[in-house]
């Protein structure tokens, strides 16, 4: 697991990464724990891979807000947590999906119940599914398929996040979709299978992906396919926890 602390207070981001290497070898847990404060490295902090990123809100000059929007956009699945001096940011972070916050001065009584949760959600969301491709058989991470598509009797799945930008597997969509639906998939098209958590828009034209690709959408069951993407979208949000 790769671990991703951005907070400008470097003590204290040096205080949490010792904390989260006590409590993962606690858990006989391995992880890479990288710390970033400098107000540069964090304009391009999209940009570090990472699995689960703890987040300072309210770093003076940088708005911890919209750079938890951009790390959102560049790595839809990667696991959030604030970490502030205040909740009056806790409506804000329905919008970024995160996971819970973490108040400073509650961090080592609080720490280990939030490890815990992020740990649950880091199992459930990169839960693998083993599909045929060629003559072998292939994990996939279902967050890494942002959508699959029929070409010429072929289902080909679109990925970020691999070393592949497609690959294709022998399934039929409808088995496809009866696999990834629980996973937050929504058939949005005869052809098309979407990832929800990479949906940018969805209207009666078409499906944005956050990646600007363009899907068609079935325009006879559209207002059903956006109730079902709303009803998921509130699912998520609800989900977020705060302590």
Known sequence: MNFLICDD??????????????????LHQTANI?????????????KIPCDIIFLDIDMGEINGLELAKKIRRAQPDVILVFVTHYLAYSLEGYEVKALRYLLKSNLDEKLPECLQAVLAAYQKERRMVRLSSGSEEVDFMPAHITYAET????????????ERDTCDVKMTMNALEEL???????????SFLVNMAHIKMIKSTGVRLTDDTQLPISARNYSKLKQEYLRWRGMKRWNMQSI
């Open 9 to 26: 207070e470097l003590e204290f981001a040096l205080h949490l990464k010792e904390r989260l290497e006590m409590l993962m070898g606690n």
């Open 34 to 46: 990288q710390c970033v404060c400098d107000e540069n490295e964090m304009k391009t902090v999209e």
């Open 151 to 162: 070409q010429n009797r072929h289902l080909l799945l679109h990925l970020v996040h691999d």
């Open 180 to 190: 990834l639906s629980c996973r937050g998939f929504l058939r949005i098209h005869q």
